[in-house]
């Protein structure tokens, strides 16, 4: 049965219009997709030195938008709160075929000679974790303890850090309506106990490439049992990517 030209239009039409919803909606999914890219950066602790003063961390994974292998590795002074020297080391690897282990070997094949120097060679122990995965918990407050008696797990007086972040002035040519955001962290010893101040911003630094939020992410310590001066906050770091947000970290030292 041949169809009619009224018939054949009105299937021509009901076509395009069906069409111009497919790609609409698609259209709607790339922008969405787009405004919620980046990349999250895993992490891993490289440990501390015998005397507890001096901490090691990576930071790994893909760039968003070039899909290039990275890692990053930070060595701290934790008794000045700084890098120290020869630190970070850096490895971009531009080819995205490669693997992120190629990027993470021959970043540590590079640091090596460092965590020798520094004697870094402990390795350590995590305290308490929240990864961005963690559904429920407070990504800006984490509790941990140190152990009493190994044995049984009988644990000593408990520690609680609480995150809190502001608006910062914009140094640095953000140009995020002028403003990036700035943190500080406290840490008090039980509930009842009376916040003390760990760190505050003063400044956002450059190297945070235009911070715009922050939460806790994981402690560490040279040892379970409070054997060292020091202990780590791993604060992650969300900030403006190529494509979206993304997360990295830094390492804030917490005096025990």
């Not at 995020?176 to 630094?205: C, H, T, W």
């Amino acid at each position: 049965m041949m169809r009619t030209p009224i018939r054949l239009f009105t299937n021509i039409l009901q076509t395009s219009v069906i069409w111009r919803f497919v790609l609409a909606v698609f259209g709607i999914f790339l922008m969405t997709a787009s405004s919620f890219a980046g990349d999250v950066a895993e992490f891993r602790s490289h440990g501390f030195s015998e005397n507890g003063r001096y901490f090691a961390f990576e930071e790994f994974g893909r760039q968003d938008g070039s899909g290039f292998a990275y890692s990053n590795i930070y060595l701290i002074d934790l008794e000045k709160d700084q890098w120290l020297e020869g630190s970070p080391v850096r490895v971009l690897i531009k080819d995205e075929t490669q693997p992120v282990l190629a990027a993470r070997i021959k970043a540590f094949s590079e640091v090596s000679p460092l965590l020798q120097r520094y004697n870094i060679a402990i390795s350590g122990a995590l305290l308490a974790a929240n990864p961005v995965t963690e559904r429920g918990a407070d990504p800006m407050s984490l509790s941990f303890s140190f152990l009493k008696v190994p044995i049984l797990g009988q644990q000593g007086k408990a520690y609680i850090l609480q995150l809190w972040q502001e608006d910062a002035q914009d140094f640095h040519g953000c140009n995020q309506n002028g403003r990036v955001m700035g943190f500080g962290l406290d840490m008090k010893q039980g509930e009842a106990g009376d916040p003390l101040e760990i760190y505050e911003d003063k400044e956002v630094p450059k190297s945070r490439n235009c911070p715009i939020s922050y939460r806790l992410i994981a402690v560490y310590a040279s040892s379970r049992y409070n054997r060292s001066d020091y202990a780590v906050a791993l604060i992650g770091v969300y900030q403006r990517g190529f494509e979206g947000p993304s997360l990295r970290y830094i390492a804030v030292p917490i005096k025990l």
